[in-house]
T-cell receptor, first 109, second 115 residues
Framework: GQNIDQPTEMTATEGAIVQINCTYQ??????LFWYQQHAGEAPTFLSYNVLDGLEEKGRFSSFLSRSKGYSYLLLKELQMKDSASYLC??????????WGAGTKLIIKP | ETGVTQTPRHLVMGMTNKKSLKCEQHLGHNAMYWYKQSAKKPLELMFVYSLEERVENNSVPSRFSPECPNSSHLFLHLHTLQPEDSALYLCASSRTPGQGTDTQYFGPGTRLTVL
């Protein structure tokens, strides 16, 4: 079966760095997405990785290892507004997104 | 950003009611999606329309009925729902379904409560 695993909840301190991991098992692979979802709001696109390596976008970076079925989202210089859920999703061989349950990130002052 | 809008934002209905959820996308995209989001569970894909043709129907009960009159509008008609159908219903759109780089853009969702 297809499966995406990510931690349910994480806590970090304002100004620090946090890494949210995602492991996946899918039938085929056409890329991995990260989304951010604030409570009561729409999920918003953060990043897309299809090749191995690190993609950096400002304070956020996303890493992919296809051989290990593993990705992480790295958030630097954490701000209170980064408190949100972070959703990992893989696109399978049918170009359908398979979603993780999301990681709720709590930022403390 | 108002690329994808959904109405109503909140809906409370009884099990015998009939209601409809509406989604509109202003992005010129070719595909639209309905998802169900329950607490602490992955997003569940319900329906996909590509160029106004339904291409995915993931074993969704018949009490949910989608309609896509044109590429900008998507409806989800609800009737005789069950309390376990209470969830956040999200609409999304994308430009190029069937390509790996195709990114989905979401609306804010309708919070549905079935009494």
């Amino acid at each position: 079966g297809q499966n995406i695993d990510q931690p349910t909840e994480m806590t970090a301190t304002e100004g620090a760095i946090v890494q949210i991991n995602c492991t996946y098992q899918t039938s085929g692979f056409n890329g991995l997405f990260w989304y951010q979802q604030h409570a009561g709001e729409a999920p918003t696109f953060l990043s897309y990785n299809v090749l191995d390596g690190l993609e950096e976008k400002g304070r956020f970076s996303s890493f992919l290892s296809r051989s290990k079925g593993y990705s992480y989202l790295l958030l630097k210089e954490l701000q209170m507004k980064d408190s949100a859920s972070y959703l990992c999703a893989c696109m399978d061989s049918n170009y359908q997104l398979i979603w993780g349950a999301g990681t709720k990130l709590i930022i403390k002052p | 950003e108002t690329g994808v809008t959904q109405t109503p934002r909140h809906l409370v209905m009884g099990m015998t009611n009939k209601k409809s959820l509406k989604c509109e996308q202003h992005l010129g995209h070719n595909a639209m999606y309905w998802y169900k989001q329950s607490a602490k569970k992955p997003l569940e894909l319900m329906f996909v329309y590509s160029l106004e043709e339904r291409v995915e129907n993931n074993s969704v009960p018949s009490r949910f009925s989608p309609e896509c009159p044109n590429s900008s509008h998507l409806f989800l008609h609800l009737h005789t729902l069950q309390p376990e159908d209470s969830a956040l219903y999200l609409c999304a759109s994308s430009r190029t379904p069937g390509q790996g780089t195709d990114t989905q853009y979401f609306g804010p969702g309708t919070r549905l409560t079935v009494l």
